[in-house]
T-cell receptor
Framework: QKEVEQNSGPLSVPEGAIASLNCTYS??????FFWYRQYSGKSPELIMF????GDKEDGRFTAQLNKASQYVSLLIRDSQPSDSATYLC???????????FGQGTRLTINP | DTEVTQTPKHLVMGMTNKKSLKCEQH?????MYWYKQKAKKPPELMFV???????INESVPSRFSPECPNSSLLNLHLHALQPEDSALYLC?????????????FGQGTRLTVV
């Protein structure tokens, strides 16, 4: 079983709608979770991080963490074509200095 | 400033060449990382340096040799690579270890081994 799992998509969302990206993790010791956006041919860009249960909002982005269910999500409101990218969910492996990445979800926003 | 700078951006090398990738950050971060990323795959951790000491080596072949000369610099020395080593090599840094601090990536070096 992979430590961090994402639906690889592709996920297609109309412009202006809410895009919902999901991630589950198996290591209960994981403390921190990160969402990275990666455009084709570019490096990952950190867009959100969350450490506590609940919601965290930053502009059009909301990260949600449910440690009991071992579930992390990213909501993108008012989706724009420029949001089209691969979104990588990453968790810290408990007790170690490493990020474990999910496979990434390819998101396409249709004008 | 969350900038991690990698050089070169692109590198083509033969299987008998020796080359080095360089990474620099001036954010005062004490953990630095090398990742390898193949097309349509997530980044794969290679090495972690914490306070200039190698703390994690993910069983990487010896043809890859990391070096951390000081707290701002990270090198990856390459020797006798194989064509399957062609990939995007990413450097990242974080304030401490990854468990509770954000990691920022450089722009990467696109490596092609011929």
């Amino acid at each position: 079983q992979k430590e961090v799992e994402q639906n690889s998509g592709p996920l297609s969302v109309p412009e202006g709608a809410i895009a919902s990206l999901n991630c589950t993790y198996s290591d209960r010791g994981s403390q921190s979770f990160f969402w990275y956006r990666q455009y084709s041919g570019k490096s990952p860009e950190l867009i959100m991080f969350i450490y506590s249960n609940g919601d965290k909002e930053d502009g059009r982005f909301t990260a949600q963490l449910n440690k009991a269910s071992q579930y992390v999500s990213l909501l993108i409101r008012d989706s724009q074509p420029s949001d089209s990218a691969t979104y990588l969910c990453a968790g810290s492996s408990g007790g170690a200095q490493k990020l474990v990445f999910g496979q990434g979800t390819r998101l396409t926003i249709n004008p | 400033d969350t900038e991690v700078t990698q050089t070169p951006k692109h590198l083509v090398m033969g299987m008998t060449n020796k080359k080095s990738l360089k990474c620099e950050q001036h954010m005062g971060h004490r953990a630095m990382y090398w990742y390898k990323q193949k097309a349509k795959k997530p980044p794969e951790l290679m090495f972690v340096y914490s306070y200039e000491k190698l703390s994690i080596n993910e069983s990487v072949p010896s043809r890859f040799s990391p070096e951390c000369p000081n707290s701002s610099l990270l090198n990856l020395h390459l020797h006798a690579l194989q064509p399957e080593d062609s990939a995007l090599y990413l450097c990242a840094s974080s304030r401490y270890g990854a468990t509770n601090t954000e990691a920022f990536f450089g722009q990467g070096t696109r490596l092609t081994v011929v």
